[in-house]
């Protein structure tokens, strides 16, 4: 009976568990961003900074913005959940935070990607630097959003 249970608990997750697993969800992901960002934030500091082309210093520019906003969005939920509580609607700051969460990492995606563009261009050149990004970018739609869809669509999960 206790495996009848746990397939039931599964099935149907308990108003805290969802909660619980959305903010610990989010400290996976804030470590990422911030470590991204604060990579970012020091390297117009370098002395070489100033040497790199106007295209690459507008890639820098919206990675900034792509890995700030996703660190705004990222922390949003735990920083909201903490400002409203007691929730009067949990389901609603549910479904809310889980939209939130979502374009912080569709934030911090596209972050990565620009950021694996600046890399390689600045290290191989232009056209390395646009091959390894779009390979980046297979990676995290193969890994963050078509994987999880494929598995729930054929309940492997």
């Known amino acids: 009976m206790p495996h009848a249970r746990q397939q039931q608990d599964d099935d149907q997750p308990s108003d805290d568990g969802d909660l619980s697993d959305l903010l610990s969800e989010l400290r996976i992901l804030l470590p990422g961003a ?81 950021g694996t563009n600046l890399v390689m261009s600045e290290v191989f050149g232009h056209l390395p630097g646009i091959v390894a990004s779009v390979l980046m970018g297979t990676l995290i739609v193969c890994m963050w959003w078509l994987l999880p869809l494929h598995l729930k669509r054929a309940r492997k999960i």
């Open 34 to 114: 911030q470590m991204l960002t604060a990579f970012l934030i020091i390297l117009p500091f370098n002395g070489g900074f100033a040497k790199i082309v106007q295209t690459e210093k507008i890639v820098f520019l919206l990675t900034f913005f792509l890995s700030m906003t996703s660190l705004v969005l990222l922390s949003a939920p735990a920083i909201q959940h903490r400002v409203m509580r007691p929730l009067q609607d949990r389901e609603r700051f549910k479904r809310v935070a889980d939209r939130i969460m979502m374009c912080g990492a569709f934030s911090l995606a596209l972050a990565f990607i620009l």
